[in-house]
């Protein structure tokens, strides 16, 4: 220890950091404490200084504890990180300093739980909002082979799981319906947009930044085998628009193209 710095017992450290006295937690911290000691504390076995102030809700603390270099995936004695901890107990500002700082939303404990598990198991409707924000796997399972919605404590909670479910199946489907079309990458939508056959470029694409756009998918019609691999006419690049209510789309001509001969229609790729 360096001369000038006094010495702090882990049980002045731990209970600073449990109820948050950040200038106590800073004084221990400069005094030599080391910032990934675990300890049992409560009845806790392997308790890092983080884990205590993620349980608690001490924020401030955490981040004073982060800045040190205390470990984001340390452990305790079920394998749960601290994020499992503040996700846990409700502290949403916690784990949004987690989350910013590099946690790992998908960290597993020993029966496969990840934060947003232990979220939807105690009903914290806004934390697992907040994972799912964050990219958390809504159809992560456990070992029982639960998603976090089957696991969830309330309507609420489990409502906005299902939703992001809902959602997470339509991608999939989407994405796999467009690797079946032929589309030029699986992240553009192939679009038909209606209008007559003779409506100029210039035209369409002028009208399409004026107003919002009713777009429907459609099949072409045509589908790939092994024998006769689907390779669609790439067509004639016209140019990027931005359109309301769509976003930056791709204009795309196939007209007089033999694949798209006698549709009435103009399809297009979205970007």
Not at 110 to 136: E, F, M, N
Not at 152 to 168: F, G, S
Request: glycine share 10%.
């Amino acid at each position: 220890m360096a001369a000038g710095r006094e010495e702090m017992d882990l049980d002045t450290f731990y209970r600073a950091v449990q109820e948050g006295d950040v200038q106590t937690v800073r004084r221990g911290l400069e005094a030599g404490v080391d910032v990934n000691v675990k300890r049992k504390w409560k009845g806790w076995p392997d308790k890092s200084a983080l884990h205590l102030a993620c349980w608690r809700g001490q924020t401030e603390v955490a981040e004073l504890l982060i800045q040190h270099g205390s470990d984001l995936e340390a452990i305790n004695v079920l394998n749960e990180t601290p994020l499992h901890d503040a996700a846990r107990w409700g502290h949403t500002d916690t784990c949004q300093l987690l989350i910013g700082s590099g946690a790992n939303i998908e960290a597993r404990t020993l029966v496969q739980w990840t934060p947003l598990h232990r979220a939807a198991s105690r009903g914290r409707t806004r934390i697992c909002q907040l994972l799912i924000r964050h990219g958390a796997d809504v159809m992560a399972r456990d070992d029982r082979g639960m998603t976090p919605s089957k696991c969830a404590d309330d309507r609420k909670t489990r409502r906005v799981l299902k939703n992001r479910e809902k959602q997470v199946m339509q991608e999939k489907k989407y994405h796999e319906l467009l690797q079946k079309s032929g589309g030029v990458k699986v992240n553009r939508c192939k679009v038909v947009l209606g209008g007559r056959e003779n409506a100029g470029k210039s035209t369409l694409k002028a009208s399409l930044t004026k107003r919002p756009v009713i777009a429907r998918l459609g099949s072409l019609g045509k589908v790939s085998s092994v024998e006769e691999p689907y390779e669609p006419t790439p067509g004639v690049d016209v140019g990027n628009v931005s359109i309301p209510g769509v976003g930056q789309v791709s204009l795309w001509d196939f007209a007089g193209q033999a694949e798209y001969a006698g549709n009435a229609k103009l399809p297009i790729f979205c970007t």
